[in-house]
């Protein structure tokens, strides 16, 4: 496996592209005051995801970067081993499909009638035997300091993304100690993060060593998710599930939410949290990324 260079000047390896046409788009309403007004939206548009031969899924997304979101949904779902050969993987626009091809063969037929749905967004899934899967999981030990958690989340929240020029999307971030690496959006936070196992899984980028942030809720699949990615640490501006609390525990995740300016909370791994930082020392969220959080009801996204 390969590992990463901190990027230069602190520069994202992959940041929100808000000013991308085929992201939003301008619509016109009527506001409380019975004013014009015109905001933009995010876009959502269907993309169909095949395996060899064989139709997986569709899923709903904003449509970036959808080699990624593929393959990492295949590996997430286990339908992608970790030694697993890509052979090529295609996108066609004007057919709205992805096809991963392998060298080994593949029928995921009867996995797929197992099928169940989740309470993510979109069409986040996860099958009746996925629970299997953790049964083999070690994470490897890690730390997380304080003053790393503040680092980020001040630079994710000052990071210009398609949450802050239009809302009605979620956000994961992949990071390393306080430097944040990878972003991606969409409309599922588990999308969001099956964009960076896409990307991590085709570039053989070890995860040993990183964090997860998410817009989201820490839910069960989230944490499943982080934990077959070899992710040790996983953190939320919003709330926890009881389910997904259990889960992380069991398997040795560090799971950390509610981060909001000075304030986070740990319900799983509190000893591999490094207390390095003074909360008073801190500065508070921005008063515009304060707002948007209470518009888009994030502590329930």
Known sequence: MS????????????????????????????????????????????????????????????????????????????????????????YDDELETVVVRTERATNYEEKLKKKTRTSGCAVGTVFGDMMETLEGVTLPPTTVRASHLYALARRINTQPSLYLEAGAIHGCVLCRGDAPLVYMEDVGRHNAVDKIAGWAFLNGVEL???????????????????????????????GFTGWGVEIAREVGLTLIGRMRGRRFVCLSGPERVVWDADPDAVADESPRHRRKSAQEGFDDG
């Open 3 to 90: 590992d990463l260079a901190t990027p230069p000047d602190g520069a994202f390896l992959i940041a929100p592209d808000p000013a991308d046409p085929r992201l939003t788009r301008a619509v016109a309403g009527v506001d409380h005051d019975s004013r014009a007004v015109e905001i933009r939206v995010v876009e959502e548009r269907p993309l169909t995801i095949f395996l060899n031969g064989q139709e997986i899924v569709t899923a709903m997304t904003i449509g970036d970067h959808p080699r990624l979101l593929a393959v990492g949904y295949l590996r997430n779902q286990a339908m992608l081993r970790a030694d697993d050969v890509v052979t090529s993987v295609d």
């Open 208 to 238: 040993g060593d990183k964090l997860l942030y998410t817009t989201g809720r820490l839910t069960s699949e989230m944490v499943i998710k982080t934990a077959l990615m070899g992710c040790p640490a996983l953190a939320s501006r919003s």
